[in-house]
């Protein structure tokens, strides 16, 4: 069983930066892909990023590339999602998710374990 807390969301106005980070309680974390769903009101929830057991591959969602980065460091079981130049459509609540062996993938369904979200808020 793998437990995931979110952490890092707020308001920030429009251009503005965010961090979050999700931690993970599991001794093999090592061995789990990572990754940031959203959801806003009234929408599906969507792929935001992604980051693989090893490290060695990112997928970033088309709507936030070159704005978001994704980063883990397994000696603190922690994935960190970097927020930049935030818009209002950017405004969801964000959820961590884990996959054992995962290669990165955008879907939903591929992911064992989740967070409860954090809710960020972006203030045109």
């Known amino acids: 069983q793998v437990q995931l807390v979110e952490s890092g969301g707020g308001l920030v106005q429009a251009g503005g930066s965010l961090s979050l980070s999700c931690v993970a309680s599991?001794?093999?974390?090592?061995?789990?892909?990572l990754a940031w769903f959203r959801q806003a009101l009234g929408k599906e929830r969507e792929f935001v990023a992604a980051i693989t057991y090893s490290g060695g591959f990112t997928n970033i969602a088309d709507p936030v590339k070159g704005r978001f980065t994704m980063s883990r460091d397994n000696a603190k079981n922690t994935v960190t999602l970097q927020m930049n130049n935030l818009k209002p459509e950017d405004t969801a609540v964000y959820y961590c998710a884990a996959d054992r062996l995962g290669g990165g993938r955008g879907s939903s369904s591929t992911y064992e374990y989740w967070g409860q979200g954090t809710q960020v808020t972006v203030s045109s």
């Open positions: 599991v001794g093999t974390f090592r061995l789990y892909t």
